[in-house]
Each structure stands twice: as structure tokens, then as C-alpha cells.
């Protein structure tokens, strides 16, 4: 089955981390760049950071430059997400997507229509 999987979310305290993985079943990500989104209850779907096919590129958004880091490993098939000083405002499930490029976050696509592949999504929960 041709499928991107999320996994890695859970309920973390505030200042806490998480790292999310993002594994593709069924094809190859090695020519693919992944995205990453996430989405609270009653609010828009926010592009969170994007990861080129070589991982040269990388883009994050404001709210999460300099707490979250991305990276893959082609040889595993795999995309990270590492969340570090987690915040209650991190609370969403998180999705990856595959893309044909990593750009801007401010301009990067939230609809999903706009991507090959989109996962099941995780849940991060942020509470004390």
C-alpha cells in the first residue's frame, strides 16, 4: 500500500520534546521533498517546516524557528520532526506530506489536494 505514515506524537508537559517520524510505505522519498503541518480544533491548518530531497534545504515557520528541527534518512525512508520546548500552542495533530519542493513557509500549500501523498496525522498534546 502506497502510504505515508506519522507516527511519534503523544502528551508531553510544557518545555518537553517529541520527535515525529514520518515513514513512506510503498514508493521512495529519496526524490521527494516532505512537508510538515499540523492543525488545532478551530484553527487553520498551519505549514510548520519542509525538508528538500537532499535535506540541504530546510524552511520552518516563526512560531517554530529554533525549537523544531527537520531531517531525513533516505536509507531509512524516513522524515523526523524533532519538537523541543514544547508549548501549549504546539498542541495539533501534525501530518507530512510529500512534495516536489521545500520552500517558504508563509507560501507553502496547506491544501492537501496539492501534494502526492498526505498521512493519517499524529496527535501532540502539550498540557500540564
Known amino acids: 500500500q502506497t502510504r505515508l505514515v506519522e507516527s511519534g506524537g503523544g502528551l508531553v508537559q510544557p518545555g518537553g520534546s517529541l520527535r515525529l517520524s514520518c515513514a513512506a510505505s510503498g514508493f521512495s522519498l529519496r526524490y521527494k521533498a516532505i512537508g510538515w503541518f499540523r492543525q488545532a480544533p478551530g484553527k487553520e491548518r498551519e505549514a510548520v517546516s519542509c525538508i528538500g530531497a537532499s535535506g540541504a534545504a530546510t524552511a520552518y515557520a516563526d512560531s517554530v524557528e529554533g525549537r523544531f528541527t527537520v531531517s531525513r534518512d533516505n536509507a531509512k525512508n524516513t522524515v523526523y520532526l524533532q519538537l523541543n520546548n514544547l508549548n501549549i500552542d504546539d498542541t495539533a495533530v501534525y501530518y507530512c506530506?510529500?512534495?516536489?519542493?521545500?520552500?517558504?513557509?508563509?507560501?507553502?500549500?496547506?491544501?492537501?489536494?496539492?501534494?502526492?501523498?498526505w498521512g493519517q496525522g499524529t496527535q501532540v498534546t502539550v498540557s500540564s
Open positions: 506530506a510529500s512534495s516536489s519542493y521545500c520552500g517558504p513557509m508563509k507560501t507553502y500549500p496547506t491544501d492537501s489536494e496539492e501534494y502526492d501523498y
